[in-house]
């Protein structure tokens, strides 16, 4: 996320001299052009849609990568690539994002232009960055890192000094992250690019969080508030803020934390950013906690729940957009990955699964029956053992009544013990053929679910299937058990 929001720092920047350009390049567009001039505006136009509207990027990569390919113009269609999953990975589809971003590599790699594979290398990086897969996100930054260090391109370095810093931060190593903040630091300092050094700082500061320089983490986050505040830079100073009152927090500085808290609010107030939200309620709960305040804490810890669970749900919603909207998009450029074939047997296999976890709980509700018809049974016989009880009373104060049929008395009670063993066989052996009968079908639900895992390679599959696998070995156990004990 962090890298997300330097790019989009970068970008804002130049927001008004970029709306000339498009302008411009709007005009030109309308001209009589060669289709790979052509190309190039259109890609041209959805890099400076990137800082006001995704969607209008979306629709010009789009539109470059089909008129690309109809004139097999490479580069066009690896810059096409590049755009378009610049656009998916700011949008939170990180999947299709990161689909978009491998082709482009790889045909930017055949036609052999660095400078591109630099810049997709960087992207790739921060897609895992934002997934916090920290150490491919680092491989990845590295390798553009190096790429630019052959051509001999300064600012492309300081803008992956700067990245990687952020990545060693979060991967616990405070040392490397503060060595390449520096030499960023070093970079734009030089050349007078002041206005990039606000993450830099701010990046510095938190590796001595970790190193525990209280004083040097100061002195770097005030840089970074002057830097905010000289250039309106609501994205950085939004976490900065935060990361200040957590700071002053922790060394019980309540006053100046309470302060940061509430200019962190202040900037979501017109920067809505629901992961710096979810990490601010989480802060503030621990502040009223420490503050001996439990109902304040209380209620951001509900306000965090809410945001944890409304992410939780969004990125479950965006993933399956995201699958939808590659295998559209794949189709639509006969690029799929798999058949249309392919795609029914795994809906085929979805179905078959779903099937399966239907009888999984027809046979649950069946058990639960099972078990609903074996206690009316024994109340059944608690009260056939209360009525003999009570007879047998009888019998003892009619003494008389006792005596004169005295002779047939154990014939009676011969008779009564009969009917109650007949009455337990018969459930024993109704038990038994119901438990049977529920082992049958759930064995064979072992065995397909056994085929699935054989035949089927996809990950989220597999997850299912290896979740109801469990399920079925731990209802198979409870009928084995009820089995046991029916024997016993």
């Known amino acids: 996320m962090r890298l997300a929001l330097f790019f989009l720092v970068l970008c804002s920047l130049g927001v008004s001299a970029q709306q000339v350009q498009e302008d411009s390049l709007r ?27 995704i969607d209008s990027l979306l629709v010009w990569g789009h539109n470059a990568l089909t008129l690309a390919r109809e004139i097999d113009y490479q580069k066009g269609i690896a810059e096409a690539h590049k755009n378009l999953g610049m656009g998916y990975y700011l949008k939170g589809s990180y999947d299709i994002g990161l689909g978009q971003f491998i082709e482009a590599l790889r045909i930017s790699e055949k036609i052999g232009d660095q400078a591109l594979m630099s810049r997709i290398r960087h992207n790739i990086g921060r897609v895992y960055f934002s997934q916090e897969n920290y150490s491919l996100a680092v491989t990845n930054i590295s390798e553009a890192y190096q ?12 803008t992956e000094q700067l990245s990687l810093c952020s990545c060693f931060e979060n991967l616990g190593e405070p040392n490397r992250a503060i060595y390449y903040c520096d030499l960023s630091l070093n970079y734009f300092g030089k050349h007078g690019l002041e206005e990039r050094s606000g ?32 250039y309106n830079f609501n994205s950085v100073g939004c976490d900065l803020f935060r990361e200040m009152a957590d700071l002053y ?82 189709l639509n450029k006969n ?38 018809m074996k206690k009316k049974a024994n ?43 007949e009455k337990n066989k018969i459930l024993v052996e109704y038990a038994h053929s119901n438990a049977h009968k529920v082992r049958g079908p759930l064995a064979r639900i072992l065995g397909i679910l056994s085929i699935i895992e054989l035949t089927i390679h996809d990950e989220e599959i597999r997850d299912l299937s290896d979740r109801m696998h469990e399920s079925a070995r731990e209802l198979d156990g409870v009928v084995r058990e009820i089995n046991q004990r029916l024997e016993e």
């Open 27 to 53: 005009q030109v567009l309308n001209n009589q052009l060669a289709d790979s001039a052509r190309v190039n505006v259109l890609n041209n136009l959805a890099l400076l849609s990137l800082s006001h509207s």
């Open 147 to 158: 790429i630019a260090e052959r051509m001999g391109d300064s600012t492309a370095m300081a």
């Open 199 to 230: 993450l830099a700082y701010q990046y510095r500061g938190q590796s001595y969080v970790q190193l525990n320089k209280i004083d040097d983490a100061l002195t770097d986050f005030w840089k970074a508030k002057s830097l905010v505040k000289k």
């Open 249 to 330: 927090l922790s060394l019980g500085k309540f006053d100046s934390s309470r302060y940061y808290f509430n200019k962190t609010i202040e900037v979501l107030s017109t920067y809505d950013n629901k992961q710096s939200q979810r990490k601010l309620f989480s802060s503030l709960q621990t502040y009223y906690e420490k503050i001996n305040e439990p109902d304040s804490a209380l209620m951001y810890s509900k306000e965090y729940t809410i945001l944890l669970q409304d992410d939780f749900k969004a990125r479950v919603r965006d993933q399956l957009s995201s699958v939808q909207a590659y295998y559209e998009l794949e």
């Open 335 to 372: 690029e799929l990955r798999f058949s249309r074939a392919e795609l029914k047997r795994r809906n085929a296999i979805i179905s078959s699964i779903s099937i399966g976890a239907c009888i999984l709980v027809v046979l649950l509700i069946i058990i639960w029956r099972f078990y609903a």
């Open 379 to 421: 109340n059944e016989l608690t009260k056939l053992n209360n009525t003999i009880s009570s007879q047998a009373h009888k019998l003892q104060v009619a003494h008389d009544e006792i005596q004169r049929i005295n002779e047939n008395l154990e014939d009676i009670v011969d008779e009564r013990t009969l009917e109650i063993k």
